[in-house]
């Protein structure tokens, strides 16, 4: 058997223009950085669906949400379940590998393995199962020096707020994410290789990074950069919606919206020095050099673009992550250090069965990456994704983007829009009503009623969109396969 380890570096809710080897010129990320210049960026990586239970599903399965029944949070969506008939830690587990999940999984029911050997938790506040308490707020409790518990700062978890972590610092979950997958290196079964997700529960709000690392950037003399704001980002102008401490949109202030990315970067910056920390100890135990490494995260955030926060849209600040893919050292540097062929999270688990020789289950919608990396085509012109209901009708959407142009259909309020990302990346004009435009629009309106079709879905009706208004939510027949399936009552 190949000895070559398997390490998933997870980030929750991380934009891909919020690290340094992306082309951030304000965020540091010296250890991401360095794992980059060894390995391939993907510079057009997108999540299918943009929030975390759908994304994580499509990154487990290698599915895409059509076929994991999974098109979002809430409207009929419920829990990411059990049943999935693959799942890249089970494969992984089949073939002889030692597997552990540390930090954020968002599984259902909370203790469920879905092809881990074990899991250590950090799921925030979700107490979903009677009588759970994840294991880091168990050792938070332990190590804590006086009368507060993990979120006293009294932010909340899908906040635009910001202030500096209210706890020590070695009590921030960051930190214990970190000693968990240390303390998992030194117990874990030496006579096979390892696979090991370590999915940290930042940048994703609150926004509390410790005091050292949100001074850097609140109070450090950064040049905080400022909100895209597109000429149609008044839809999004709601000032009840606003008013809210957990909006999802609507116009903040300058200062609230610089503090809230400083505390974002923060936490940015945090993770990557703790990643630094683990990959110094695996360094020193001789597992680093033979160790395949992935950096993702399973979606991005708003932060303010487009008078829009948090997650759910198909606009790059929510859908597009950073994927950096680094092999073992001694295979040597792949071909291509930067690959601008769009990528989508369901390719990850064949990209790594395909590194390992290991074989791909028909079950997987998603395509190895490794070519790419050889410097090879994949013949992948586009990719596709969406987000059922989930804050508002309004939001509600489905998109196309071959990382040149985006096509987003909003089907509740029979909008579509047109960027060319290719020069305008911050989408702030929308092209769906440029004449010039036409015939291009009508091209990906043809692309995504072939994607949409065979569903049967009531979305396209003769090679037409249909609008969704007024109709019930969307909820994929997959779902409820899995749930008839299941010996939980994991849906309602």
């Known amino acids: 058997m190949t000895r070559t380890n398997v390490l998933l570096l997870m980030t929750d809710q991380q934009r891909a ?3 340094g080897c992306f082309g951030s010129p304000v965020v540091e990320t010296p250890n991401l950085d360095w794992l980059a210049s060894q390995g391939t960026i993907f510079t057009q990586a997108y999540t299918p669906s943009p929030s975390c239970i759908p994304a994580r599903a499509a990154l487990l399965t290698g599915q895409k949400p059509w076929n994991t029944g999974i098109l979002g949070m809430g409207r009929g969506q419920g829990p990411m379940g059990v049943g999935f008939a693959h799942t890249l830690p089970g494969e992984l587990a089949k073939a002889g590998y030692h597997t552990q999940g540390v930090g ?3 599984f259902y029911p909370q203790r469920t393995l879905n092809g881990f050997h074990h899991t250590v938790l950090d799921e925030s506040g979700r107490e979903e199962d009677p009588g759970f308490v994840s294991d880091y707020r168990k050792w938070f409790q332990r190590h804590k020096d006086g009368d507060y518990d993990i979120t006293d700062h009294g932010i909340g978890w899908n906040s635009w707020m910001a202030r500096p972590y209210h706890a020590p610092e070695h009590l921030h979950p960051t930190n214990w994410t970190v000693n968990e997958s240390i303390e998992f290196l030194k117990r874990r079964d030496p006579a096979k290789p390892f696979f090991l997700k370590t999915s940290f529960a930042r940048p994703h709000s609150p926004y509390d990074a410790p005091a050292y690392y949100f001074d850097l950037y609140a109070n450090g003399g950064k040049a905080i950069p ?7 980002a008044s839809m999004h102008d709601d000032p009840e919606e606003a008013a809210r401490p957990d909006a999802w949109r609507g116009v903040r ?4 919206i610089r503090r809230a990315r400083a505390g974002y970067y923060g936490s940015i910056t945090h993770i990557d020095h703790q990643i630094g920390r683990l990959l110094t100890y695996m360094q020193k135990i001789g597992e680093l050099d033979r160790t395949l490494i992935v950096f993702v995260s399973d979606h991005g955030d708003m932060l303010g673009d487009h008078n829009l926060w948090r997650k759910t849209y ?9 994927l950096i893919v680094r092999p073992p050292r001694a295979w040597g540097k792949p071909a291509r250090a930067v690959v601008d062929t769009p990528a989508v999270l369901q390719d990850l ?24 990396m050889e410097g090879k085509s994949v013949g992948r012109e586009y990719i596709h994704g969406e987000h059922s209901t989930c804050y508002s009708e309004e939001q509600e959407m489905q998109y196309m983007t071959d990382g040149k142009r985006k096509y987003v259909w909003l089907p509740r309020i029979g909008r579509e829009q047109l ?6 990346f911050r989408e702030e004009r929308d092209l769906s009503a440029d004449g010039d435009w036409r015939e291009e629009l009508d091209v990906w309106r043809k692309r995504l009623v072939a994607e949409l079709e065979p569903r049967g879905a009531g979305l396209t009706d003769g090679g037409r969109l249909v ?10 027949p997959r779902y409820r396969e899995r749930l008839e399936a299941s010996p939980y009552k994991w849906m309602s």
């Open 104 to 106: 954020k999984m968002h």
């Open 226 to 232: 400022a909100p895209y704001k597109g000429e149609w």
């Open 467 to 476: 609008s969704q208004a007024g109709k019930p939510f969307l909820v994929s």
């Open 419 to 424: 960027f060319d990302i290719s020069r305008d």
């Open 253 to 256: 202030s300058d200062e609230e």
């Open 314 to 322: 198909a606009y790059d600040g929510s859908a597009r992550v950073p």
């Open 349 to 372: 688990m064949p990209t790594v069965l395909d590194f390992l020789g290991l074989p791909i289950p028909d079950t997987v919608d998603g395509i190895s990456l490794k070519p790419l």
């Open 17 to 19: 223009d919020s690290v």
